[in-house]
């Protein structure tokens, strides 16, 4: 069964730093596209960051741009995020996707269950 | 990167058929074929039901089917069942190479 798992979620104080991952098993993780996606509390999904398979070509929202870095380690079939100069709106239940290809065009066929940012002082 | 524009809610009863919408502008949704799909029941993930505006995965319900005309694509659902009670969105490829979401669409079946 393909599953990804995300590890990382705290609790951090404004202006901390973070650094959220993603294990995929069960699947050829390097040939895929992959995306970070955010649901901030009460509000729906937003699109945080994409990468393509081979790390080649990356994207950003621009509420996250120039903070948040997006890469990939096709040898640990891993995916990280990692979150500089948080800030309150930052807070949301963080989850990596799978693309159908080996772009973030986004057609996201496989979800992780989500890890949980809080930036709280 | 404006979200795109989904109604809030839409309804409908068993058996009939309902067309959700997601607009953009010739940035995105107009730009490319790239327009997909979801359905998300809370504290699940999202589950992808079109992608590439019209392609459903293989073990989608052929009840679901995507379609696009200019800047606005829809999803429309056949044959309402109840568990088709969940919330919607859209997602759209652009021109900035980012992905924009839609707002979203609760689906009542009464």
């Known amino acids: 069964e393909v599953q990804l798992v995300e590890s990382g979620g705290a609790v951090v104080r404004p202006g901390g730093s973070l650094r959220l991952s993603c294990v995929g098993s069960?699947?050829?993780?390097?040939?895929?596209?992959m995306s970070w996606v955010r649901q901030r509390p009460g509000k729906g999904l937003e699109w945080v960051s994409g990468?393509?398979?081979?790390?080649?070509?990356?994207g950003y929202a621009d509420s996250v741009k120039g903070r948040f870095s997006i890469s990939r380690d096709n040898a640990r079939n891993s995916l990280y995020l990692q979150m500089n100069s948080l800030r309150a709106e930052d807070t949301a239940l963080y989850y990596c996707?799978?693309?159908?290809?080996?772009?973030?065009?986004?057609?996201?066929?496989?979800w992780g269950q989500g890890t949980t940012v809080t930036v709280s002082s | 990167q404006s979200a795109l524009t989904q109604p809030a809610s839409v309804s409908g009863s068993p058996g009939q058929s309902i067309t959700i919408s997601c607009t953009g502008t010739s940035s995105d949704v107009g730009a490319y074929n790239y327009v997909s799909w979801y359905q998300h029941h809370a504290g699940k993930a999202p589950k992808l039901l079109i992608y590439?505006?019209?392609n459903r995965p293989s073990e989608i319900s052929h009840r679901f089917s995507g379609s696009k005309s200019g800047d606005t694509a829809s999803l429309t659902i056949y044959g309402l069942q109840a568990e088709d009670e969940a919330d919607y969105f859209c997602?759209?490829?652009?021109?900035?190479?980012?992905?924009?979401f839609g707002g979203g669409t609760r689906l009542t079946v009464l």
């Open positions: 996707a799978r693309d159908r290809s080996g772009s973030y065009s986004g057609g996201m066929d496989v």
């Open positions: 990468i393509n398979w081979n790390g080649g070509s990356t």
């Open positions: 069960g699947v050829n993780f390097e040939i895929y596209g």
């Open positions: 997602i759209s490829y652009t021109r900035l190479n980012t992905l924009v």
């Open positions: 590439e505006v019209s």
